[in-house]
């Protein structure tokens, strides 16, 4: 069973217009969420992160947005450039304090920016 | 800084044969965990280690699967006997006390034939 899904497994967007990837998830002890990016034979690297205190956080051109009452949150990048075209993987942990680091993820977003 | 270090890159090896794969994680890091990506289940949680203890194994899919991390620097991945199902990315993850975002090495992809 799926606790974190990412339902659309590709998008495609042109060069300068947003980027919207989304995520949902099950288990509502959830409370620290991460993004992370992956490239072709590369690890994930991470991207950008929100705690469930918060409904937002801005990392530049990313942004993630939380909505706790639907279990769903969403990484929007603007503007979108070719080096952003890679898989993005949603992680979902309980315990932002420090109780654990184990994360589960999605099954990953392939975004491909058109120039 | 060196980041995650993981040996072999690629391993290809016959059905039934013993695998064994390397992880040096990020000097200072308290947490490592091992992962296994396939296009089916995405990225799993194999198991993790706090201070060189592992404290949850509940990912490892079978007794042919095992891990060890003797010291802070290494840890080991076994698969005795390999199976064609065992084909997969996997990788090793490292990160601080606390919360911090887990850093990745490149993984190895394994083909067992």
């Known amino acids: 069973d799926q606790q974190v899904k990412q339902n659309s497994p590709s998008l495609s967007v042109q060069e300068g217009r947003i980027s919207i990837l989304n995520c949902d998830y099950t288990?509502?002890?959830?409370?620290?969420f991460l993004w992370y990016k992956k490239y072709p034979a590369e690890g994930p690297t991470f991207l950008i992160s929100i705690s469930s205190i918060k409904d937002k956080n801005e990392d530049g051109r990313f942004t993630v947005f939380l909505n706790k009452s639907a279990k769903h949150l969403s990484l929007h990048i603007v503007p979108s450039q070719p080096g952003d075209s890679a898989v993005y993987f949603c992680a979902a942990s309980e315990g932002y304090g420090g109780a654990t680091n184990k994360l589960i993820f999605g099954t990953g977003t392939l975004l491909a920016v058109q120039p | 800084d060196a980041g995650v270090i993981q040996s072999p890159r690629h391993e290809v090896t016959e059905m039934g044969q013993e695998v064994t794969l390397r992880c040096k994680p990020i000097?200072?890091?308290?947490?490592l965990f091992w992962y296994r990506q396939t296009m089916m289940r995405g990225l799993e949680l194999l198991i993790y280690?706090?201070?060189?203890?592992?404290?949850?194994d509940s990912g490892m899919p079978e007794d042919r699967f095992s891990a060890k991390m003797p010291n802070a620097s290494f840890s080991t991945l076994k698969i005795q006997p390999s199976e064609p199902r065992d084909s997969a990315v996997y990788f090793c993850?490292?990160?601080?006390?606390?919360?911090?975002?887990?850093?990745f090495g490149d993984g190895t992809r394994l083909s067992i034939l």
């Open positions: 280690f706090n201070n060189n203890v592992p404290i949850d």
């Open positions: 000097s200072g890091h308290d947490y």
């Open positions: 993850a490292s990160s601080n006390r606390g919360n911090q975002p887990q850093h």
């Open positions: 288990n509502s002890m959830f409370d620290y």
